[in-house]
């Protein structure tokens, strides 16, 4: 998953990111809200963590101006304010989810997944198709029911084929919800990933869409 | 002392003095003016006499007066004489009759005729007008007349206890008047007093009944002009206490929540050990945990601080405070912070007259200033500190880090808020503690550009 982690201070956005990383996910940190919305504009993220307290621009703010760029990226907001108000206010906004800080990292996870399956519009853990299925939480595939091992960057490629099938997708759209800012891409990475997952699945899986991408076929 | 009893003193007190002072001067007008009366009413009885005496003489010869005198007593005479001398207008056997005495006598010294209860004797030894005399243990006002044509003369006498008793009488009643009327006042004073005095009692009563945390304004009416006084006064009270209040309660709660965040980041970072996939990974995390306690144990330092700089008693601890010495020491104690990241601290002062303060507030003040100039100031900066002496002390300190934009200046010194793109790593509150020993040592504080026209200038005067 690409993610995007607005938080200004510096031992928590460390945290989030490594631990996140760690899961298997791209983070993008930065540290204030003008940024995130540059950040936003560039790249479509599967998820946003905003922090609610920011300097100047306040996370409400950010969320605010997503939402009014008609942007439906999902977000989840961190607040250190327990009251009610301060969470509807979030949620009102256009937050899609909230967490008050401290948190579990392990619910940090759950939510991030639960709002991008939501983004999909599926509502389980489980991802189906054609005799695949995909398990986004325990990050395990099986084909005809033979568990398959894949990479971390084949299982997100996997995902965001099949949630995007019946479409073409570019390379470079690949590309950017695979790796974070900063991640060393070689210039045919995408290709190595498709022609694992060929061999791994099964090869009519994903078709080449010469000079334009590659399609899963709609189910 | 109450105020009822005050009132009530002060205005029986000048009652009394006023109305005591009506009825001395009503009695002494009334014991003159009878005076008066009895006096002309004695001559005019002389001259009565002494005319009618004449006149009797003429037909009858004084022998036969006085016979007729003294068969029918004075009683039958003043019957006799009643018409012509009712100005006494005293009644037929009226009780004071009897003190009333005449004489009649000749140019040679001869009785002719008296009263029976006149002496032998002259009753006055003047020939003219009024004299006093004491006959038979009783005081008499007596009156001489001559007449005009004969060679008679005529003395009148009363008894003074007769006008006495009349005077006494008036004044007795004047005395009970006087009495009754303090009385009356008194009561008629301690009631408006009461009553006046009872919506101040109401709204005593309104308050004691609240309970601690009830600082709604009072809305009850009030008459008088007085206790609306009062009533806003206390409302203007409640509403000052409440907005004290409510900044407090502000800043815990911005406190409490506060702490989150660096709580967060280390439970995170705790997870992130637990869950760590090889060694390296584990100590990376269980550094950023001891960083992240670090951190939020200089907070929690840091609002302690701030919250034991409460300025009445630090007002009550000043002395005479060498800040030049002071500032040399924390310099030296922040010295080492300096040389790690190769920074210059120069230190510059005049002659500086010591100040009268707080010597560990002030010292907190120094060590936050500088120890925000050396974090923020790169590495191989300058810090520079100079203190100087105008009708106040002034203490400078310029780094050449970042500076504060001028939107931030103002906002810097408000709890927990931290200008933007900060490298370093802070809890927001070394400023408002600054601001605060500022305000408590009543003196102030800028911040500014500084002189180069890059970085952070604070001037402080004290």
Not at chain 1, 200 to 217: D, F, N, S, W
Not at chain 2, 7 to 21: E, K, N, Y
Not at chain 2, 311 to 328: K, N, T, Y
Not at chain 2, 396 to 418: C, H, L
């Amino acid at each position: 998953m690409r993610i995007l982690l607005v938080e200004d201070d510096a031992l928590l956005g460390d945290g989030v990111c490594a631990g996140l990383r760690r899961e298997g996910d791209s983070v993008d940190w930065v540290k204030n809200g003008e940024t995130a919305i540059l950040a936003v504009n560039e790249t479509s993220y599967d998820c946003i963590i905003l922090d609610i307290g920011l300097p100047k621009m306040s996370g409400m703010d950010v969320l605010r101006k997503l939402r009014e760029a008609q942007n439906e990226v999902p977000v989840l907001f961190l607040t250190a304010r327990d009251q009610i108000a301060d969470r509807v206010q979030g949620l009102d906004a256009g937050a899609d989810d909230y967490l008050v800080k401290p948190f579990e990292f392990s619910e940090l996870c759950a939510r991030l997944r639960a709002l991008t399956r939501r983004g999909r519009g599926s509502a389980t853990e489980m991802i189906r198709y054609d005799g695949i299925e995909i398990d986004t939480a325990a990050h395990t595939v099986s084909h005809k029911g033979d568990t398959v091992e894949l990479s971390r960057r084949e299982f997100d490629l996997l995902v965001e084929m099949i949630a995007h099938q019946g479409q073409v997708l570019s390379r470079a759209h690949l590309e950017q919800k695979l790796y974070s800012w900063g991640d060393e891409i070689g210039s045919n990475t995408i290709e190595v990933y498709i022609h694992h997952l060929r061999r791994k699945l099964y090869p009519e899986l994903i078709r080449t869409v010469r000079g334009i991408g590659y399609i899963v076929a709609r189910e | 002392m109450s105020i009822r009893s005050h009132l009530l003193f002060r205005l029986i007190i000048v009652s009394v003095m006023l109305v005591g002072g009506t009825a001395w001067l009503g009695y002494q007008d009334v014991r003159n003016e009878t005076w008066e009366l009895f006096d002309a009413q004695l001559a005019r009885s002389s001259r009565m006499i002494l005319s009618l005496v004449q006149a009797q003489n003429v037909n009858y010869g004084f022998s036969k007066i006085q016979d007729y005198l003294d068969e029918s007593g004075l009683a039958v005479m003043y019957l006799e004489f009643q018409d012509a001398i009712n100005e006494l207008e005293t009644e037929h056997a009226h009780a004071y009759e009897s003190k009333l005495a005449f004489q009649i006598w000749d140019d040679v010294g001869n009785l002719l005729v008296k009263s029976y209860n006149a002496p032998l004797e002259p009753l006055s030894d003047r020939t003219d007008g009024f004299n006093d005399v004491v006959i038979d243990g009783y005081n008499w006002r007596t009156f001489s007349l001559v007449s005009s044509n004969g060679p008679y003369r005529c003395i009148t006498a009363e008894r003074l206890d007769v006008r006495n008793d009349l005077i006494v009488k008036i004044s007795n009643d004047l005395l009970y008047m006087f009495v009754f009327l303090v009385l009356a006042l008194s009561v008629v004073l301690y009631l408006s007093i009461d009553k006046g005095l009872k919506p101040l009692q109401l709204l005593a009563a309104q308050i004691n009944r609240r309970s601690g945390d009830n600082l709604d304004l009072i809305r009850s009416d009030y008459r008088y002009s007085e206790i609306v006084t009062i009533k806003n006064a206390l409302n203007q009270l409640l509403a000052r206490l409440e907005d004290t209040l409510a900044r407090e309660k502000r800043v815990t709660s911005d406190a409490a929540h506060e702490l989150r965040t660096p709580l967060a980041a280390i439970r995170l970072h705790a997870e992130l050990a637990k869950g760590a996939e090889n060694r390296e990974q584990e100590i990376e995390s269980l550094e950023q945990v001891i960083h992240g306690v670090d951190r939020t144990t200089h907070l929690i330092e840091q609002l302690l601080t701030l919250a034991r700089l409460e300025p009445e008693l630090i007002a009550s601890e000043f002395a005479d405070v060498d800040l030049s010495a002071l500032i040399v020491e924390e310099c030296a104690l922040l010295s080492p912070l300096a040389i790690n990241k190769q920074i210059e601290l120069d230190y510059a002062d005049a002659d500086i007259r010591p100040i009268q303060g707080h010597a560990d507030s002030l010292r907190l003040l120094v060590r936050n200033l500088l120890t925000n100039a050396i974090a923020y100031t790169p590495e191989g900066g300058q810090v520079s500190i100079r203190l100087e002496q105008a009708d106040k002390t002034v203490l400078t300190i310029e780094d050449n880090g970042p500076g504060i934009s001028q939107e931030d200046r103002a906002r810097v010194m408000e709890r927990f808020y931290r200008a933007e793109n900060h490298q370093v790593t802070g809890c927001g509150i070394g400023l408002s503690i600054v601001d605060r020993v500022v305000q408590i040592h009543k003196g102030s504080l800028e911040l500014d550009e500084a002189d180069n026209g890059h970085g952070l200038k604070v001037v402080v005067k004290i």
